[in-house]
Each structure stands twice: as C-alpha cells, then as structure tokens.
C-alpha cells in the first residue's frame, strides 16, 4: 500500500463527513487507482462517530474507536501509526481540516523526485480572519457552513482559497514561499516516523500542545530528509471550538504558555521553529490562490493600500 492517512477526531461529527470528502477518491486527483488507507481514530469523542455519517463517501475507511483516550492525540497517533500498512504516512492530527483536491497528488510526486522527502501542505483558516479572530467577531458554525455553500463546495476543491486565510504565525506580508513551522497535513516515510519513536505522547495537553510543531520539527530535521513545501495546495481549517481558537486573548496566551513550558521541559529549549532548509514544488491553479494577491486585494478594499 502506497499511502495511510492518520486522521484523529475528537467530537468532530459535523466535520469528519466533510473531511472525509476531502481525501475521497472522486476527489483527489489521481486517487481512484491509488493504494491508500484513512485511518480515522475517534479519541474518546463523549458521543462516538457514529459510521453513517459518512455513508456514500467513497473512501477507503478504518475507523479505530478510542473509548480510554487520553486528553492528548498522541497515544491515538502512535496507535493509529502501528496499524498503518502504507510506505507513506500523511499526519493530520486535527481531523477537521479540508484539503484541496491536489494534495495527494503533488505530495505523492515529491517522493517521486525525492524518495525521503517530508512533505509540509500550508495550513489555512477557513473565514476572512484567522479564526482565533473571528470567532470573537461573530464567525461561528453557522457562517462557516454558508461560505461553504457559496462556492458550492465540494463542486471545485480549489475554491477554498476564496474563503480563506492563510495561518500567518506572526508575518506582516505573507507568500508561499514564507516557511512554515507546523502542518496539519504532514507527510513523511513510514520508517522515518518510526524511527522518530512515533509522535511523543509526553505532550499531555487536549490537543496535544506543542506535539504537532515538534513532530514536524524533529521530522524535517531529521538527517539525510529532504524537506518539501508545497505551493498551491492548503488544508483548510474548520470551526469546532478547538483548544486555542476559542476564548479571548488572555486565555490563549495562558494556554499557549503552558504549552511553552511543557516543551521546555520534554525538550529542554524553546526552540520551536525548524532549522531546515525547504524546496518548493507546485503551482498556483487558480487566481484566488495566489495568497499574495489576495492578499493585497483584501487590503484594498479595505482601504489600506493604494496601487
């Protein structure tokens, strides 16, 4: 088997289907005649994925139910990874993200070029704002849900881009070729995860706190790897009330410093962001996904910029 994906789901019923839809073989490119996997780990949701939910989405599906989990994904990921049959993991430890319909087929061409690649797929809010944002200006559920009907989705994949935001982690001006730190759709070898002793379940917080930047970290560190970046293609994160993106910004930054201090202790630094050096593969395939013309376009409309 080529592929598994690791999807974790934690009382995600509203989202899973569409997530689901995200990597269905009537979706992604070139997946009809791939050899691939979703393993999908419910990790204690207090009312368990109920299967028909996702009755009618052609996707190759185990769903692995967790009733003892612990508030963290990282025993569910480890689980998950001993079960995995595919040469090629890809890691998406928030099972409420929608990917565009290249992602497997882009990803799957960089081990082609590089046979131990670490694939990052750019991460991306769905909303005019970074949810942490807009959820304090009214975005909710409900919002989500009508942006998602207006483009019709998931009629053409691509059009995600035009309503989104991407993750900015800080930068003023943003572009493709900004390095990411983390990704919600991360690719890697099998053996390479393995070796890596599988993601460290000492991140104990719900969510895991800082396991998923360490994971992709210690993954595109790693000696001999080849770390990849890809343009043009996102994971798309849905409203669920997630552990830093509800709240106001007092508490996220508590949070977030609990967080810190529980990295500094497993890892003894604070070193977050990954010293690696990317290469960049892909294309932009539609004018919404220029990231940076859309954004100078947001701002011009709002009046900030003057060509």
């Not at 497997?104 to 949810?131: D, P, S, T």
């Not at 989500?144 to 309503?163: H, K, M, V």
């Not at 706190?209 to 790897?225: H, I, M, Q, W, Y």
């Not at 949070?255 to 890892?267: P, T």
Request: one cysteine or more.
């Amino acid at each position: 088997m080529k592929l598994s994906v690791i999807l974790i789901a934690y009382d995600m019923a509203r989202e899973i289907p569409r997530t689901l839809q995200g990597l269905a073989r009537n979706y992604q490119h070139g997946a009809q005649d791939l050899s691939y996997e979703v393993l999908l780990v419910d990790n204690g949701s207090p009312v368990p994925l109920d299967e028909s939910i996702w009755a009618g989405i052609d996707v190759p599906l185990r769903l692995i139910q967790l009733p003892d989990a612990s508030p963290s994904p990282a025993r569910a990921i480890n689980l998950a990874l001993r079960q995995a049959q595919g040469e090629i993991i890809c890691l998406m430890i928030d099972g409420a993200h929608l990917l565009t319909p290249g992602v497997f087929k882009m990803a799957l061409a960089c081990y082609r070029a590089f046979g131990n690649a670490v694939v990052a797929i750019r991460y991306f809010y769905l909303g005019m704002e970074e949810q942490t944002v807009s959820v304090r200006r009214g975005y909710d559920k409900y919002a989500e849900d009508e942006l998602l009907a207006r483009i019709q989705w998931p009629s053409d994949g691509y059009r995600l881009f035009e309503i989104s935001t991407p993750l900015r982690s800080g930068a003023k001006q943003l572009a493709w070729f900004n390095r990411v730190f983390e990704s919600n759709c991360l690719f890697l070898t099998k053996s390479l995860f393995e070796e890596l002793g599988g993601v460290d379940e000492r991140f104990s917080y719900p969510g895991g706190g800082f396991v998923n930047l360490d994971t992709f970290k210690r993954a595109v560190e790693s000696p001999g790897v080849t770390p990849i970046q890809i343009i043009g293609e996102g994971s798309f994160h849905q409203l669920h009330g997630g552990t830093t993106t509800n709240g106001d910004e007092d508490e996220r930054e508590a949070l977030l410093e609990k967080y810190r201090q529980e990295y500094l202790e497993i890892r003894g630094h604070t070193e977050l962001m990954a010293k690696a050096s990317f290469i960049y593969m892909g294309h932009m395939p539609t004018v919404a996904s220029n990231i940076t013309a859309v954004e100078r376009r947001r701002a011009r409309l709002a009046g900030r910029l003057v060509d």
